[in-house]
């Protein structure tokens, strides 16, 4: 059986309700399936009862358990798919996110379980650290995880939240600055940059970015301009 991952840019469009714009295509993923395990773990501002709490409120139509909540959290994840589970994870801080499956021992489980083909579901840092590693993450290193190496649902680097507006009168670096450092000491080694208000979409061995804004990929010394509905799958290589 082969992934089926949603990775979403942002949990927000504008100024959209949180997941307004994410709920049919979440929906749409986990099919037939309305219970879900939720990962809050990259919660850092937000209290992971109360961060559960705003993904249920904001999809009703399914009943999210909070994965913080099991006395035997990678069970649960095992056994996800036995259950008729999906895996929701949100964003926050990646580090963080990352820095809690090892403590956990999650990382190869999920690697597992989403290569199985339990649906996935992921937002912000939770596509992140759908990527080779959390290296292009727009985040502050707040705590350092025993590596950075991520899920490698995708043998390349994810830029969620992908914006090239440069603010007026601002000397600091450009996303494209950032992500073009990344590249100039990894030459070899895309990073797909997505918008907001766009997915990644990888089921039944293909990848594609999904929403109606162009991305980008990032190689080399190139920036080449990706266009919604394009297929990526040869970044899955």
Request: net charge negative.
């Amino acid at each position: 059986m082969t992934s089926h991952v949603l990775m979403l840019s942002s949990s927000r469009a504008g100024n959209e309700e949180y997941l307004e714009h994410a709920k049919q295509p979440i929906l749409s993923h986990l099919g037939e399936r309305r219970e879900v395990l939720f990962v809050p773990f990259a919660g850092v501002s937000i209290g992971w009862d109360e961060y559960t709490q705003k993904v249920q409120t904001a999809l009703p139509e399914c009943n999210v358990i909070g994965l913080h909540t099991f006395a035997e959290p990678l069970r649960a994840v095992l056994e996800s798919d036995a259950n008729n589970q999906a895996i929701l994870v949100g964003g926050g801080n990646t580090f963080h996110l990352l820095a809690t499956l090892y403590h956990h021992g999650l990382v190869e489980p999920l690697r597992q379980v989403i290569g199985g083909g339990t649906p996935y579901i992921g937002w912000s840092a939770g596509s992140n650290i759908c990527g080779a590693t959390i290296r292009t993450t727009n985040d502050m290193p707040i705590i350092e995880p025993p590596s950075f190496n991520a899920l490698n649902i995708l043998p390349c680097q994810i830029n969620p939240h992908y914006t090239d507006f440069h603010p007026p009168g601002h000397n600091g670096e450009t996303r494209d600055d950032r992500l073009q450092e990344f590249t100039r000491l990894n030459p070899t080694t895309p990073v797909i940059a997505i918008r907001e208000g766009t997915a990644l979409l990888l089921s039944k061995g293909t990848l594609s970015l999904e929403g109606t804004n162009d991305g980008f990929v990032f190689l080399g010394e190139s920036k080449t301009t990706i266009k919604a509905g394009q297929d990526l799958t040869e970044y899955l290589r």
